[in-house]
């Protein structure tokens, strides 16, 4: 038998609120989050196939579900629920309800971060770099067309244009 | 157009709590005390169960563990057949048969637990895959399933198909195959089940309440009061939780009776993808006759589908499969014998299309390859058969309602510029060098049915209304579930087309057992037309009592209906409650297969353009037209990116999604190696609608969830045809059959031109009715 292994202490900035915890080495950042009370965070496979569990974290997309809970020492995350302080995660929200980006909704949250994370690195994309940015979510409902029409949306509104059909 | 009627882009209802994360999924809830459930399956596909032995050095104090004999009603989930149990008791006929079941707090230590499991069986000779079923491979001691390998034949005869064969010009014989194709929600099966005052309530991500219902009545032996089933936000279905929800809703109600806890159950994806039901893989084989100038004399068609180890729904999959089968064509002696099959893999089950997609396949296939033998264009070819107004299916069913596919036809070869295309690619793919890349452009021209085929509607005896509550506001009351493909903002604007209210005064009740009346499972496109129709009857009738009773005048404007809602709800909560009427135009006749089965088709006509790459093999979708007329359109933006999402998934069905099969299990189940289109394998899927209202819907709309899928698959294989000068005739096409199907051509004798040369997958053995 090995030997049990001890919980290291933890403390990370969660949507802008400091939590202090507990984790195990083996512990995935997802179940941490969603023990949280994060439960935007959703498990879709478990081996970072899917992007359903995406966060930011430190400003990066990261699939949660391959983040040691331990790596996230000090960093600050991310995640939907916390997304309506952001101006860029704000319009995107907006847009996404605007343009039919959500369907069943499991997806959306880990779709708006990642385009979160493309939109903050490149404010005007066009539709090859979006469908790259969101090559790693996948959909199983909507084939794309309106969650990348919601991005442009997005972008055009974080730019400054009116109303405007992508 | 005011806001939220019908014709209007609305915002899907529930939007906001999707984009901020608060909404619930299973997954999502807890509650005090609860514990988990696992599954211990069976490793091997068939075989006597004889022992399940717990390792006695394990700590089994806290663990709740559930046999077949620990269930209070029937081992056996009701369906069409009652031949599946909840587990398996005796003999297993599939691997990932569920055998028990363990609950415990801690995951961690059920993990544990379930390796301290041993599952002792004696092997059984198994029929793994269609083919050994087709060769009558089955074993007979014990026999496959109780009523033999055959589990449902359908024959669907006009005319006499075998008068025609000797004077025709041309006869061309087929035989293609799809495969196993997984739904893949993208959150898995999960539900939650706990007991209270005698009531078992399972809460859970599912499509169908009152399956789930009838199916714990029969395996807990309770009455209908002591059973409620409350559908939490689910996360895609697909046809997947159809029927399978019922299964684990038993398992979780089996643990919290045992344990007298709440209990919930997520499975992991490896689990969903190895245990739970994907659409039936086919092979069909059939036979055309046609005359010089390429009119359809006779069809005959061998429909084959592989049913898994249960019968579930295939009877109704393979009625529905032998019911397109024919396509949109006029034929006057038409034959369809489809056979459904048992085989020792867990069962298949309902997906999107739910066995049109199939029959769609085979006769798309065989006009294409009538056409190259012709020397017609595919679309020529096409226009030249397909059916009118007055024309007469091969049910006999007499096309009454007004339609103009030929007018369909034409929008979208212009739309996809077919015609120029087509020509262009012929010449670019002649002088193409060896690693240029070769274009193809297809079409596939189909219909879909929609509502429950055959006598279906009428046994569901469909109920749905509206209740008038507190503060004016009306609860749509139905048990259909909003999954992604926007139910409760479509039923929303039915309900406010026809009262004339603003959409603050609608309200959707969440599908709960306890509180809303069977409006039929959320299945077969009939969601928007069925129980549309039934929330637009209740509607009127406020409205009606409205105006008599309240005064409200004819032309008030929606403030005014608000208004006269509230004024009315102070009188105290009442309902307003619809039954479906079956048209008594719509005859159907079970035994014979002859009448109308479906009260209204949509009609689609779909262009795929792709590039494969000579060097990889690769295919690239590079254009999809995507053209249907499914009668009004309640909401253009939900409804585009319904078809875009089906058009998705047919191009993963196509192109991409291959369940790899081995020892009748899933070999491949992961998202790692189960690969669906994400967002870079896909064009901008183009979408179009033409309007052509049906007598039947709310304001004449059809259902068109399931349509994208039965064409989309045909018409990229026949894109492919073109660009690769050869035919495929299974799918998933993957570059592994492509490439060796480009480099059988490469010779300048043998490219393109009527005859195409034919590849076929390497499981195909076999020819035409063999």
Known sequence: MPEPVAPVRLRMRVNGADHRLEAFPGERLLDVLRLLGMTGVKEGC?????????????????????????????????????????????????????????????????????AGALLKRRRDPNEAEIRRALGGNLCRCTGYVKIIDSVLHAARRLNGAGEGHP | MPPNRIGSPSRRVEALSKLTGAARFVDDLGMEGMIHGITIRSPLPRGHLVGLHLDPSFDWSEVTVVGPSDIPGCNRVPLLDDDQPVLADGIVNHAEEPLLLLGHRDPAHLERARRAVRVEMLELPGVLTLRQALRNEAPEDPPVHPRGPLLKEITILKGDPGSQWGAADLVVEDEVETGAQEQLYIEPQGMMAWVQDGVVTVHGSL????????????????????????????GGGFGGKEEYPTILAAHAALLALESGKPVKMIYDRAEDLAATTK???????????????????????????DAGAYTTLS??????????????YRCQHTRVHGRAWATNTPPHGAFRGFGAPQGCFAIERLMDLAAARLGLDPAELRLRNLLRRGDTTATGQVMREEMDLHGLVELALAGSGYRRRRAEYEGANREAGPEDPRRGIGLAVFMHGAGFTGSGEVRLASRAGLELGAGGVVRILAASTEIGQGAATVLTQVACDALGAPAASIDVAVPDTSEVPDSGPTVASRTTMVVGSLVERAARGLREDLEREAGLAADADPEAVAEALRAMARGGPRRWMADYEHPEWVQWDEEAYVGDPYPTYAWAAYVAQVAVDPLTGETAVEDFLALQDAGTVVNPLLAEGQIEGGVAQGIGFALMEEVVWSGGRMANARLSNYVIPTAMDLPRIRVEFRETPAGYGPRGAKGMGELPLDGTAPAVLAALDQAMGTRLTRIPALPEQILPGLQAVRGPASRGGPGLQEVRGPASRGGPHA
Do not use: W
């Open chain 1, 46 to 114: 478990g081996e970072g196939e899917c992007g359903a569990c995406g966060i930011l974290m430190d400003g990066r997309l990261v699939n949660s579900c391959l983040v040691p809970a331990i790596q996230a020492l000090g960093a600050e995350i991310v995640t939907i629920e916390g997304a309506a302080t952001d101006p860029v995660l704000r319009q995107l929200q907006e847009s996404f309800m605007e343009r039919a980006g959500a369907q069943c909704g499991i997806c959306t949250p880990g779709m708006v971060l990642a």
């Open chain 2, 207 to 234: 499509q169908c309440p009152f399956y789930v219902r009838r199916g714990l009545e029969v395996v807990l032996g309770l009455g209908p009061e002591k059973v409620r089933v409350i559908q939490a936000v689910t």
């Open chain 2, 279 to 305: 659409r039936h893989p086919s092979l069909t084989r059939s036979r055309a006759a046609f005359s010089r100038q390429g009119t359809l004399l006779a069809l005959d068609m061998e429909l084959n589908l």
């Open chain 2, 315 to 328: 009877p109704v999959v393979l009625s529905r499969a032998a019911l397109h089968a024919p396509g949109p």
